[in-house]
Nanobody
Framework: QLQLVESGGGLVQAGGSLRLSCAAS???????MGWFRQAPGKEREFVAA????????HYADSVKGRFTISRANAKGTVYLQMNSLKPEDTAVYSC?????????????WGQGTQVTVSS
């Protein structure tokens, strides 16, 4: 089993930066991790994912070149560095985990952290 806890959300002006963290505990070996977001009135959407070793990363087109996913396995933590933030990035951001390679379905989810970007 895995437990995931996000942190680092907040209020930032457009063009600013935030770094989200996701602390994982439990059986973390060989997990792929993903970040997702859900804005009010919209469906949850994929943001980024990373493999256990960090050699495979995927990004949504809307965040490519602005967001970077990384992980520190010794700390059990995954990060999402968000730069050049836009008001449309406002959402609740959640991290998720699955065993094996990054994929479409994730089995474990955190509670989420709010990111608000003001114009």
């Amino acid at each position: 089993q895995l437990q995931l806890v996000e942190s680092g959300g907040g209020l930032v002006q457009a063009g600013g930066s935030l770094r989200l963290s996701c602390a994982a505990s439990g059986r973390t070996l060989n997990t792929a991790m993903g970040w997702f977001r859900q804005a009010p009135g919209k469906e949850r959407e994929f943001v980024a994912a990373i493999s256990w070793g960090g050699g495979i990363t995927h990004y949504a087109d809307s965040v490519k070149g602005r967001f970077t996913i990384s992980r520190a396995n010794a700390k059990g933590t995954v990060y999402l560095q968000m730069n050049s933030l836009k008001p449309e990035d406002t959402a609740v951001y959640s991290c998720a985990a699955r065993y094996g390679l990054p994929g479409e379905q994730y089995d474990y989810w955190g509670q989420g952290t709010q990111v608000t970007v003001s114009s």
